[in-house]
């Protein structure tokens, strides 16, 4: 007995194509390099043309993590001022060689702490920088107080030290590039009215900032009544 062939050839094992050869993959990939091509303004160069029939990709979704920087936490409510570091070290270095007075640095605070955000401008008077100087002082008997002639003098120093410089009307213009309330670019924006207001003089306000180093005689504290020294004994010479 012979057996009778196989009516059906058996079935052989097909080439399943990668997902990176897949047509459908291919499309979708070239979706994506358009798509983001839009969203960057440059066009993005795909390898061929999406088929007709096959599903286009209709949107990407990017997410961001949030930004872990805060705002920063100063005592008091009137904001913060930028300072330049040169500028708040040279304070106290003038103060210490008497190159500028203890008024004049207590004008030149107060003023740049009161200036409106953004202008470098600070409106005050004489009087209202005289009283709000003594405002603490006023609350102590016996304090001494500064005087508004004492005010008005150091506004006139301040001024040729180009720290300050009179605006008008009740107001007083700092030297932003050492004292500023505000960003960058309204810095910029005043310094370029500064600059508009001074054009005829390379010298004026802001630049060559002062003061000229004038040695000058104070009164020493030499500690007189603890640490004097013990009179010598004079000796009767005989012989």
């Not at 702490?113 to 003594?134: F, M, R, S, V, W």
């Not at 370029?192 to 040695?215: C, L, N, Y």
Request: proline share 8%; glycine share 8%; with cysteine.
């Amino acid at each position: 007995m012979t057996s009778e062939k196989p009516s059906r050839q058996p079935r052989r094992p097909r080439a399943v194509p990668s997902p990176a050869e897949s047509p459908e993959s291919g499309s979708v990939f070239d979706d994506i390099l358009s798509l983001l091509g839009e969203q960057l303004g440059a066009t993005a160069q795909a390898p061929a043309a999406p088929q007709e029939g096959k599903r286009r990709l209709k949107g990407v979704t990017f997410e961001y993590e949030n930004d872990p920087r805060s705002v920063h936490s100063f005592a008091g409510g009137s904001g913060y001022s930028l300072a330049s570091n040169w500028f708040t070290q040279l304070l106290p270095q003038l103060f210490i060689a008497n190159g500028i007075t203890k008024s004049q640095l207590c004008v030149f605070l107060y003023v740049a702490g009161g200036q409106k955000p953004g202008t470098g401008i600070a409106e005050y008077t004489q009087q209202e920088i005289t009283d709000g100087l003594n405002a603490l002082a006023v609350k102590k008997p016996g304090a001494k107080m500064i005087t508004r002639p004492t005010v008005n003098r150091s506004v006139r120093a301040l001024c040729e030290y180009k720290w300050l410089e009179p605006a008008g009307n009740g107001r007083i213009r700092l030297n932003v590039t050492l004292w500023f309330q505000g960003n960058s670019t309204a810095q910029h924006e005043v310094l370029a009215q500064i600059a508009a207001d001074h054009e005829d003089d390379p010298t004026a306000f802001p630049h060559r900032i002062g003061p000229t180093m004038v040695h000058h005689q104070e009164e020493l504290d030499l500690n007189l009544e603890t640490d004097m020294p013990e009179e010598p004994v004079r000796r009767k010479r005989t012989g």
